[in-house]
């Protein structure tokens, strides 16, 4: 189907399926994709990306192992690389998004965390990787009909307040744009002023809403808190609202206490991880474990030594624990995935087996704790590897908001 365009030159409506989801033809760009976890969402739920953009040279190498090619290439050749995600490489600074303006239904981007991270030195506005005023410039200058945004929960920490709230006006009136030297105070003033506006071009501005969630309340094996900040264009008419959770620690504490947990993985029965209750509604499915994420992976052979027929599946020596660095336990959702490498504080990527020995977990463990599919590349050595699935967004948590935003816009969307 070819995009057809109001005399205005807008973009119409895309079209969507029975079912909610955007058909193929359904447009986003996608910022800050790292090593592709919400743009894989994103691609799985039905956006054709018209745009992956990223800075580091090793995420990029991730991006075109799997299904990025060059933008200049795609558009010398649409027909050969149909369905391929067109990448733009470097600094999103300098890339200028006005030829995608009225072609996007969705800006998507996990925004860069470290700013905010209690893992970093949390400069906030300060630290130059702070990019939200990117993301906003995007949604300015491409006029989506949505965005969807994915950080760390240290963003909402009380000593960003104030920069939060200047950050999600930006959100709420991109076109209001921030003045050379402005500082952003003065900017807050402006947008503070304009937002108490009695008219306005509802064209022009955004519902947002902000979205505080735990991934293993939504089946996937890892406690990780983030965050997900949604926008709908206010002329459209429509509410968005957050799919509430579907997983549950106390139904899974219910599962390993009954026996049901431990028959499921052909095991004996044994006492609970946790002798309590646990949070969230039980009748919830039950939180999905590291066992549940790695089985059907054979145990690694040894240090360096690939595993037949897997990829990313080798094992690594030097495994320890001490004090502050515990391995994750088999019958719990595991820790946070962080973006470091084997020694990383607290044991993140260590985990203890059933007879009690410890051992790092290989890159592709890792990889099915964020949810990536086997066959997804990873480029650059171990250490590479696991700093680009510590930054990445967990492919089934991008699929949860994908869909959530996509059953925002289907009534605004006619079907042609």
Not at 77 to 87: S, T, V
Not at 199 to 227: K, L, T
Not at 255 to 284: F, I, N
Not at 336 to 343: W, Y
Request: a negative charge; charged letters at 25%; one cysteine or more.
């Amino acid at each position: 189907m070819t995009v057809e365009f109001a005399p205005s030159g807008e973009c119409l409506p895309l079209p969507w399926d029975a079912g909610g989801l955007p058909a193929k033809e359904s447009t986003s760009l996608e910022l800050f994709s790292g090593g592709g976890g919400l743009a894989e969402a994103m691609h799985a739920v039905g956006f054709r990306h018209l745009l992956v953009n990223e800075y580091d040279r090793r995420a990029c190498e991730t991006l075109r192992l799997n299904r990025a090619v060059d933008l200049d290439d795609v558009d010398g050749d649409p027909e050969r690389h149909k369905g391929a995600w067109p990448i733009v490489e470097g600094d999103v600074h300098k890339v200028s998004f006005e030829r995608w303006a009225g072609r996007v239904d969705v800006v998507a981007g996990g925004v860069p965390c470290q700013p905010w991270s209690l893992g970093g030195v949390h400069r906030g506005y300060e630290d130059p990787r702070n990019l939200w005023p990117e993301f906003a410039r995007a949604v300015r200058e491409t006029h989506p009909r949505a965005f969807l945004a994915e950080n760390v929960r240290g963003l909402l920490r009380p000593s960003f307040a104030d920069y939060w709230r200047y950050t999600l006006r930006c959100l709420r009136m991109p076109y209001l744009e921030k003045h050379e030297g402005e500082d952003w105070s003065d900017h807050n003033s402006r947008l503070e002023k304009e937002g108490k506006a009695r008219s306005f071009n509802p064209a022009e501005r955004y519902s947002v809403s902000v979205h505080p969630v735990n991934a293993a309340d939504y089946g996937v094996p890892q406690v990780r808190q983030r965050v997900f900040t949604i926008g709908v264009r206010a002329d459209l008419g429509v509410e968005f609202e957050w799919r509430p959770p579907t997983h549950s620690e106390s139904a899974l504490l219910r599962a390993q206490a009954t026996g049901e947990y431990w028959e499921g993985h052909g095991l004996k029965p044994r006492p609970s991880v946790r002798q309590s209750s646990g949070e969230g509604d039980p009748e919830l499915a039950p939180w999905r474990t590291l066992r549940d994420a790695i089985e059907g992976l054979p145990e690694p052979l040894g240090h360096k030594k690939e595993y037949p027929g897997w990829i990313h599946h080798f094992g690594w020596d030097g495994a320890r624990e001490y004090p502050g660095h515990t391995p994750n336990h088999l019958d719990l959702p595991a820790k946070t995935v962080k973006a470091g490498v084997h020694g990383v504080p607290g044991g993140e990527t260590v985990l203890r087996r059933d007879d009690g020995t410890i051992r790092y977990m290989t890159v592709r463990e890792v990889a099915r704790v964020m949810t990536f599919p086997d066959d997804w590349h990873l480029a650059g050595p171990r250490g590479e590897q696991m700093r680009q699935l510590g930054n990445a967004v967990p492919v089934d948590l991008g699929k949860i908001a994908a869909n959530a935003v996509a059953k925002a816009l289907r009534s605004s969307l006619r079907v042609t």
